[in-house]
């Protein structure tokens, strides 16, 4: 290490880590406080997940070595050992506010937490273990701390909590952002049963001008009725279902923001100059080969209805308080304190050692995949990068790796 590097590292030890370090040959640990320790693993996949950020910055060019350029005007390197050296304390904010809130995990939310991440590991345990992360390490990361998370978010903001968010809030966020509607697709093309694909895929031929008009006919049919009050949206998918001699439901109903939905911009377009109550007969055979019969259902009458999923509750508060909770933490991770960071740990697992599964690509491939994770094995790492970054400060302490 030459001296700026040294310079750089006791700058870290000293501002970032914001706590202790202890100098000892000694890595059966990475960091301490109290009678919680973490395990090198855990850190170990803290500079993982920091590598993998880091992909995603903003003026990082993945066509050079990610480690040779810099982050927010710090070196890469620096900037990752920060990244870590804050989820790990996060480790010990979370573990606190858990205590704080009289709050605990049940052995079916461990063991959902630990099931949340089997298909990432089953892909990458490899990748994983021969640096050093095992599957406990693992599960503490991308797993327990998320649920903990999540559990003092919903704690805080949820019912009852002390920043509760009112349900007539909530509402009125849905009704302000969201759009309910029902449909019914009627796919413009036809499959072959006498021929297939070099793949072995039924073969598909687009219906012929005149089958296309009587689906319209029969369809716009559908909409008359649906309109005069004659028949309903049930009904009208379940003729269809038999005059198409389908064996599925083809009624699909949906309540969504369509600003994240990833519908075609000719649905939403269509939703969004409908009023509520309004049917329509809407062509998306150039787009994506369907005609529908649509519906636009008034949201201020499903609002309520929503909330009543757990899931969807949870996702209208993280909506609405997300960004004001995680700006928190990231302060309170800033002025955390308390922390015995293991310095031969953090001496031994450098971000450099994930050099290999982060390797530059291509200037067209970098320019191409626009935030993609470079990889020197096609899409593992993007893939591996990908799925650690969705839980990104999220961590646990444990012992062992």
């Known amino acids: 290490m030459n001296r700026l590097k040294k310079i750089a590292a006791a700058a870290l030890a000293a501002v970032v880590l914001a706590g202790t370090t202890a100098c000892s040959g000694d890595v059966s640990w990475a960091a301490k406080k109290g009678d919680v320790t973490v395990a090198p693993g855990v850190y170990i996949f803290s500079i993982f997940n920091a590598y993998s950020s880091a992909a995603y910055q903003d003026g990082i060019d993945l066509s050079k070595s990610i480690l040779e350029q810099q982050i927010d005007g710090k070196d890469a390197n620096e900037w990752m050992l920060e990244e870590a050296a804050n989820s ?96 019914i697709g009627a796919s413009t093309y036809k499959t072959n049963s006498d021929s297939s694909t070099s793949s072995g895929t039924p073969d598909t031929t687009n219906l012929t001008d005149e089958e296309k008009k009587e689906l319209q006919q029969t369809l716009q049919g559908y909409v008359d009725k649906v309109k005069d009050g004659s028949m309903t949206m049930q009904e009208a998918a379940d003729a269809y279902k038999e005059y198409a001699e389908l064996d599925t439901e083809q009624l699909i109903s949906n309540t969504v923001n369509l600003e994240t939905a990833g519908f075609p911009d000719e649905l939403n377009e269509e939703l969004g100059d409908m009023e509520a109550g309004e049917v329509r007969f809407v062509d998306l055979s150039d787009s994506v080969g369907l005609y529908l019969v649509l519906r636009k259902g008034d949201i201020a009458e499903k609002s309520a209805e929503y909330l009543e999923d757990e899931d969807r509750y949870f996702e209208i508060l993280s909506n609405i308080k997300g960004e004001e909770y995680d700006n928190a933490m990231k302060e309170e991770v800033a002025a955390y304190t308390g922390v015995t960071f293991n310095q031969a740990v953090i001496d031994k ?53």
Request: no cysteine; hydrophobic share 35%; aromatic share 10%.
């Open 349 to 401: 697992y450098q971000p450099s050692i994930f050099n290999d599964a982060f390797q530059p690509v291509s200037s067209t491939a970098a320019s191409s995949s626009a935030g993609s994770t470079a990889s020197s094995s096609g899409d593992a790492s993007s893939q591996a990068s990908s799925a650690a970054s969705s839980a990104p400060e999220e961590s646990s302490a444990s012992s062992g790796e």
């Open 88 to 183: 790990i304390k996060r480790i010990f904010l979370i573990n606190d506010k858990m205590n704080e809130l009289g709050l605990t995990m049940t052995d079916e939310e461990l063991e959902a937490a630990s099931k949340a991440g089997d298909n990432v590991w089953s892909s990458y345990s490899s990748l994983f273990s021969s640096h050093g992360i095992s599957r406990a390490s693992f599960d503490l990361l991308y797993g327990e701390i998320p649920a903990k998370n999540r559990k003092i978010f919903k704690a805080l903001y949820g019912k009852g909590g002390s920043k509760e968010v009112s349900e007539a809030d909530m509402k009125k966020y849905i009704e302000e952002n969201y759009t309910d509607f029902s449909m």
